[in-house]
């Protein structure tokens, strides 16, 4: 990676609004240089100079490498609950293939997001510490847990609980998706060679009927089946 100009080192921050902060700082530095570089080329020291604070500093906030990745993870999800949380507000009419399209749209729109993902799941079993990573996944459940509800309120017709469970199955068939189609995967050069034709498409194409019908499928067709 070429080399940058170190910005001098900021003061230590003090109080907790500052700490916040300093930690989205060094964050948005990391973020930058995935999506430049990609992930796994990118180091603490890369991070810390981005940012313009020591080295040091960045390990006041995260533990590892690895700690970071998870914390892009944690701003990416949020960034795209956000999304999530306004359609589902927006008194326009919605039905599902609205929510499908909206969702692989933001999805693909920081398409980065999903290598961090991607990579997190599998680091958080071995590369980081368990209070970290069970603190992730409460603030995860709790998100879900409360569009889950916003969405059960939009659609009369869903089951207490089940909105949280319809937003997980649609983010893991995203990530299951992204992973069998990652044109960043070492397999992708080779994909056009004959009998694994079925893995050579297009990820945003595949992710927008995949998210439409399932969505459908969950929201406009079910009604439709129950009273026929």
Avoid at 10 to 38: D, M, P, T, W, Y
Avoid at 118 to 147: N, P, Y
Wanted: hydrophobic content about 45%; charged content about 20%; overall charge positive.
């Amino acid at each position: 990676m070429a080399k940058k100009i170190q910005k001098p080192p900021q003061n230590r921050a003090i109080s907790a609004a500052a700490k916040f902060e300093r930690r989205n700082q060094i964050l948005q530095a990391a973020n930058e240089l995935v999506k430049r570089h990609g992930l796994m080329t990118i180091s603490v020291a890369d991070v810390a100079r981005q940012a313009g604070v020591a080295k040091g500093t960045v390990y006041l906030y995260f533990k590892t490498k690895e700690e970071i990745y998870l914390g892009l993870h944690q701003l990416w999800l949020d960034r795209k609950f956000d999304a999530f949380h306004a359609m589902i507000q927006d008194p326009q009419p919605i039905d599902g293939s609205n929510i499908g399209a909206t969702m692989a749209k933001a999805m693909l729109a920081e398409s980065h997001g999903l290598v961090i993902a991607s990579t997190c799941h599998s680091l958080m079993e071995s590369h980081i510490d368990l209070e970290t990573a069970l603190d992730f996944k409460l603030k995860l459940a709790q998100r879900l847990g409360t569009l889950g509800t916003l969405l059960e309120k939009r659609f009369g017709h869903l089951i207490p609980g089940s909105g949280a469970r319809l937003l997980v199955r649609a983010y893991a068939m995203t990530l299951g998706l992204w992973q069998l189609m990652d044109t960043t995967s070492r397999y992708h050069q080779h994909e056009t060679l004959k009998g694994v034709e079925v893995f050579n498409t297009d990820f945003a194409t595949e992710l927008h009927a995949a998210l439409a019908a399932f969505w459908h499928g969950a929201l406009d067709d079910l009604p439709k089946r129950k009273s026929t």
